[in-house]
């Protein structure tokens, strides 16, 4: 079973970027689809991006599609989320999920990290 733990998220401002890591453990990396989901307070938990198992392939939310990039290095079992042009919108805790599924737009994970809180302030 793969353990998920990912880096410390922060406070940005407005228009800011920040770059969220997640290190795998405990099997094989390559074989998980990785992704990121984040739960704003009093809202329900939100996909935000999927990755194949080689990285020829993600699917982003609409809300993130052109300020967010999902990217994999498999050699350092850590999957990343670039996130530019943040908006306060955008506050929540991100999570990092990992599955053996093939990805699509309704991917789920079925391994979660603890979560990272993201703030993004106006």
């Known amino acids: 079973q793969v353990q998920l733990v990912e880096s410390r998220g922060g406070l940005v401002q407005d228009g800011g970027s920040l770059r969220l890591s997640c290190a795998a453990s405990?099997?094989?990396?390559?074989?998980?689809?990785m992704g990121w989901f984040r739960q704003a307070p009093g809202k329900e938990r939100e996909f935000v991006a999927v990755i194949s198992r080689t990285g020829g392939s993600t699917y982003y939310a609409d809300s993130v599609k052109g300020r967010f990039t999902i990217s994999r290095d498999n050699a350092k079992n850590t999957v990343y989320l670039q996130m530019n042009s943040l908006k306060p919108e955008d506050t929540a805790v991100y999570y990092c999920?990992?599955?053996?599924?093939?990805?699509?737009?309704?991917?789920?994970?079925?391994?979660w990290g603890q979560g990272t809180q993201v703030t993004v302030s106006s």
């Open positions: 405990g099997g094989t990396f390559s074989r998980y689809s």
């Open positions: 999920a990992a599955s053996r599924d093939l990805i699509s737009s309704s991917w789920l994970g079925d391994y």
